[in-house]
């Protein structure tokens, strides 16, 4: 069954909608944004967060050790990157992480952006098996992007990028192991619990 990554979220009420919605992800974003939050308001929003849910932080152009620290304190399990990061890099963020879990716990994302170029995605196609990092993030940035271009792609992959009830079959049928939304379930830039409920809903009756 395909998994889904929820993210975005910044207020009270945000968690209490995807409590009861049960994603299997939820994204902090501590890179700069509309939703941008500290390490201290994630904390007490991780505190209230169904323990089941995988917290994963969101970030672009941070050192190693913030992240590394974030994982360690219990704020996150697991860390996506927006933007190009080196093998180096990761290997710096594992080195730094000293508390480890079970499941996801400790696992790294590189987001890798896909268009309507087929150059462009067969290059990111290469990149993402060739990254040391655990999963990648395709996300699609360009309406002219080609679904199947994906099918194929041998490693477990999320999947990101104006996901929504008109292209949902579609993302599913690339046979990523994840789909990740945000702004596509926010409303006046506030996570849509009935919104988050529907897309649950039509990914587990689809995937199953």
């Known amino acids: 069954m395909t998994l889904v990554e929820v993210c975005g ?5 945000d968690v209490a909608a995807v409590n009861l919605a049960q994603p299997d992800f939820i994204g902090f974003y501590f890179s700069a944004g509309p939703a941008q939050i500290s390490a201290a308001d994630a904390k007490e929003l991780r505190r209230i967060l169904d323990p089941q849910i995988v917290t994963v932080g969101i970030f672009s152009q941070t050192s190693a050790s913030e ?16 933007g190009e990061v080196s093998a ?5 963020v594992r080195r730094g992480i000293q508390i ?8 790294l994302i590189v987001c890798l952006p896909v268009t309507g170029d087929a150059q462009q995605v067969s290059a990111a196609l290469q990149a ?9 993030l395709f996300q699609v940035t360009d309406p002219a992007f080609r679904w199947s271009w994906l099918r194929g792609f041998t490693r477990p992959f999320f ?6 009830r008109h292209n949902i079959l579609d ?4 046979g990523s ?12 830039g506030r996570i849509d619990g009935e919104q988050v409920r529907d897309l649950m809903r039509a990914v587990r009756i689809l995937s199953s």
């Open 67 to 82: 992240v590394a620290n974030l994982i360690n304190q219990g704020i996150i399990q697991m860390a996506q990157f927006m």
């Open 88 to 92: 180096e890099f990761l290997e710096e």
């Open 100 to 107: 480890h879990g079970d499941g996801y716990w400790g696992q």
């Open 128 to 136: 993402g098996e060739q990254s040391s990092a655990d999963y990648v």
């Open 9 to 13: 979220l910044s207020r009270l009420g």
């Open 159 to 164: 999947l990101g990028g104006s996901i929504d």
């Open 177 to 188: 192991m994840a789909l990740c939304c945000s702004a596509d379930i926010q409303e006046s």
């Open 171 to 174: 993302a599913l049928a690339t």
